[in-house]
């Protein structure tokens, strides 16, 4: 199944100076099409990017965030950090480390994510957070939301409709139809 046609969706307000955004929607039909996304995806990343991944259990999460991995040139095996909430991968190279969070288990907001320090990486590491939604907004205006959704009920389905959203002034000026591949 091809990728359809990327949707520009019309300018959106997310906070008193956020910026607009934009929505660029993708499907993938099997785990290697969303790695291949997570590469295309970290082209366009930078020291101090934040991107929130969100989608139910077995959506594409973590596969998606090993293929920003293997992009950015980081060590280690990029896997869930559900059971140690966050994962450092340092760059082999002279890119930005990559930060994996799990935020799953963490009931608050940006309060009980304070203890990992995030602010503090943020401003030289790309930040990917799995189930960051209502938590790690306050850390930044400026962030990517990738909505990966699939067919409710049919775990056999390998389809996924990807929605990435560009939110803030520095994802309003970057391209994000280059995901659609």
Not at 61 to 86: C, D, H, N, Q
Not at 87 to 114: F, I, N, Q, T
Not at 121 to 136: A, M, Q, R, T, Y
Request: net charge negative; hydrophobic share 35%; aromatic share 2%.
């Amino acid at each position: 199944m091809e990728a359809p046609a990327a949707a520009q969706g019309p300018a959106e307000p997310s906070g008193p100076s956020a910026g607009p955004s934009s929505d660029v929607e993708i499907t993938v039909t099997s785990p290697e099409q969303m790695r291949e996304l997570g590469r295309r995806l970290a082209k366009l990343l930078r020291a101090g990017d934040l991107v929130m991944l969100s989608g139910e259990l077995g959506a594409g999460k973590t596969t998606l965030t090993r293929g920003l991995g293997e992009s950015l040139g980081v060590r280690g095996a990029v896997t869930s950090p559900t059971f140690v909430i966050a994962r450092v991968h340092p760059s082999l190279g002279d890119g930005p480390p990559l930060v994996h969070v799990d935020a799953y288990r963490l009931s608050g907001g940006l309060d009980e994510m304070e203890d990992l320090d995030l602010d503090v990486s943020l401003s030289d590491s790309v930040i990917v957070v799995e189930w960051g939604e209502g938590k790690v907004e306050e850390l930044t205006e400026d962030r990517l939301r990738v909505r990966i959704d699939r067919a409710v009920g049919d775990t056999t389905d390998e389809v996924r409709h990807v929605t990435v959203t560009g939110l803030g002034e520095r994802w309003a000026r970057t391209d994000l139809t280059v995901l659609t591949g």
